[in-house]
């Protein structure tokens, strides 16, 4: 049974930077892909990044092209969520999962299986 824990969530002002930890337990980050996504309130969920398991990255909207980086870290078991320059538009629950595949082949939430709880990322102007 694959489980993933987010953390790093914080408030934070426009411009500053943060990162997010998504722990697995169950599998190995470096067996499977990986995404994040997130939710704004009153909008769908989006994705964010996806890291596949030969480790090739994926970002999804333009909007965080150039700002977002998904990593991972094998000896940790974890992947990571780099935002930088950070705004308003940012603010949104961020959740990470994965559908067990070992491509990114999917940024729709109803292709994923296996979700975190979510980390309130709140960014202030």
């Known amino acids: 049974q694959v489980q993933l824990v987010e953390s790093g969530g914080n408030l934070v002002q426009a411009g500053d930077s943060l990162r997010l930890s998504c722990a697995v337990s169950g599998s190995n980050v470096d067996e499977y892909a990986y995404a994040w996504f997130r939710q704004a309130p009153g909008k769908e969920r989006e994705g964010v990044s996806c890291?596949?398991?030969?480790?090739?990255?994926?970002v999804y909207p333009d909007s965080v092209k150039g700002r977002f980086a998904i990593s991972r870290d094998t000896t940790k078991n974890t992947v990571y969520l780099q935002m930088d320059r950070l705004s308003p538009e940012d603010t949104a629950v961020y959740y990470c999962?994965?559908?067990?595949?070992?491509?990114?082949?999917?940024?729709?939430?109803?292709?994923?299986?296996?979700w975190g709880q979510g980390t309130q990322v709140t960014v202030s102007s």
């Open positions: 890291i596949a398991n030969h480790g090739l990255t994926t």
């Open positions: 999962a994965t559908a067990l595949l070992h491509l990114c082949t999917g940024r729709f939430p109803e292709e994923y299986h296996y």
